[in-house]
């Protein structure tokens, strides 16, 4: 009979492979490779060419974000963009993700080497992971900067003197977060605040100069462009950013949270009945809570589509469901829970508090919010910032394997549908 050991190491070289055949067959999820040619390559190629007037022009590429991935992209690269060793170049930078999410993971746990390199090895079946890692994207340059941002924060947090060199890249990395993906400044307003909150005058002082320091190039971009964003059209910037879309939002971000919390609510409890048994009430009061802010603020899933025929921009959750039931409301199961999820993990930590109030006010200001905003970020931050009951993490085989065939489910229906 195999060992439990072994049988883990076949699992994480399965993910390789899967990883590795993905590239070979030039795998694409979100309609990447179109918003890399009409997107992502042009802007690359137009700041290596004519680096001024691009970034004074920056909006025309479409890109809706800053250009520090371009520019690291049309900087490092030496071959032609777009080009099968551009590609594999992005693959091997995506590759710092998994490495720095291996050293957390160690840092955080008390767990086996093959455990760490398993959970690790999970980002690789992430359909957006891979899509961006394969082609090229933003996504992933971004996740680059924010993981290695998390990992000097924990180190931060172990070490007694809280040195300022830590809080200096703790800075440094979460700004060019920023830089790469727009959305990710909720971690440089969690890591402001919690900071603030845990450490000294003089140290929450410097995290300030520093932040100050690194805005600059942002706010100059700003002054240029004259907004956050380089606005080709008029009111393009409320197209993407709006408050009025915050209650519709909030409800596909906790559609989200709802879905993939479901692996981890099995690991964090062995007795279901019980839990199940202790939330039954608290569920019901959540969906009521999601049903009122659905009608009260007339949210329409379909408001978005030229058609209005189907959910876009409102996550996969919402699409699915719509589509298999064509009922509008069907993803409210899912917000119910992800709100019940969300408020339970909010109430255990006061750093749990800073984080989600940093993440949710950022992110619901989305007009479009898709499903590679979350994935793979939900499963990188649960195991690298938010609390939890870490005597209940259960990493057994029957576990190990449950994580394997939820992600693995959701690659293969990214694939198929």
Not at 29 to 40: M, R, V, Y
Not at 289 to 313: H, K, M, Q, R
Not at 332 to 347: E, R
Not at 404 to 410: N, S
Request: hydrophobic share 55%.
């Amino acid at each position: 009979m195999i060992k439990p050991s072994n049988l883990i190491y076949l699992l994480i070289f399965f993910n390789i492979l899967t990883f590795f055949f993905g590239f070979i067959y030039s795998e694409e999820h979100g309609a990447s490779i179109l918003d890399a040619n009409l997107h992502t390559y042009p802007a690359i190629d137009g700041l290596k060419n004519n680096f001024i007037q691009n970034i004074i022009t920056y909006g025309k590429y479409g890109e809706n974000s800053y250009p520090l991935h371009h520019i690291i992209y049309a900087y490092t690269n030496l071959f032609e963009i777009g080009s099968i060793f551009f590609r594999i170049q992005s693959c091997i930078l995506s590759l710092i993700v998994i490495i720095f999410f291996y050293l957390i993971l160690n840092l955080r746990f008390k767990i086996k080497i093959e455990e760490a390199l398993f959970l690790s090895s999970i980002l690789l079946l992430s359909p957006y992971f891979r899509t961006s890692a394969y082609w090229g994207m933003t996504e992933n340059t971004g996740l680059i900067f924010l993981i290695i941002s998390i990992f000097f924060f924990l180190k931060l947090l172990n070490s007694e003197d809280k040195k300022f060199n830590q809080l200096l890249l703790i800075c440094l990395f979460s700004a060019l977060a920023l830089y790469a993906r727009l959305q990710y400044v909720f971690l440089c307003i969690f890591f402001f605040f919690y900071l603030s909150y845990k450490l000294n005058l003089n140290r929450v002082v410097f995290v300030i100069i520093n932040y100050i320091i690194y805005s600059i190039p942002g706010l100059i971009l700003i002054y240029i462009w004259g907004g956050l964003l380089d606005e080709q059209y008029s009111g393009e910037f409320n197209y993407f950013i709006s408050a009025n879309s915050i209650p519709r939002t909030l409800l596909v971000i906790f559609s989200l949270i709802g879905f993939y919390s479901l692996p981890f609510i099995l690991i964090l409890n062995d007795r279901m009945l019980n839990v199940l048994r202790k939330n039954i009430i608290n569920f019901f009061i959540s969906l009521l809570i999601c049903s009122s802010v659905y009608f009260f603020f007339d949210v329409n899933i379909l408001a978005l589509d030229e058609t209005n025929s189907f959910p876009y921009g409102q996550g996969f959750v919402s699409h699915i469901l719509y589509k298999f039931t064509s009922i509008k409301e069907s993803y409210l199961i899912f917000c119910a829970l992800g709100l019940l999820v969300t408020y339970k993990i909010f109430n255990f930590t006061i750093r749990n508090k800073f984080l989600i109030i940093a993440l949710l006010s950022i992110f619901s200001l989305r007009v479009h919010f898709f499903s590679e905003y979350l994935d793979p970020l939900l499963f990188i931050l649960f195991f690298t910032l938010l609390d939890f009951d870490k005597k209940k993490m259960l990493l057994t085989l029957k576990n190990i394997l449950l994580l394997e065939f939820f992600f693995l489910g959701i690659l293969i229906g990214a694939i198929l549908i």
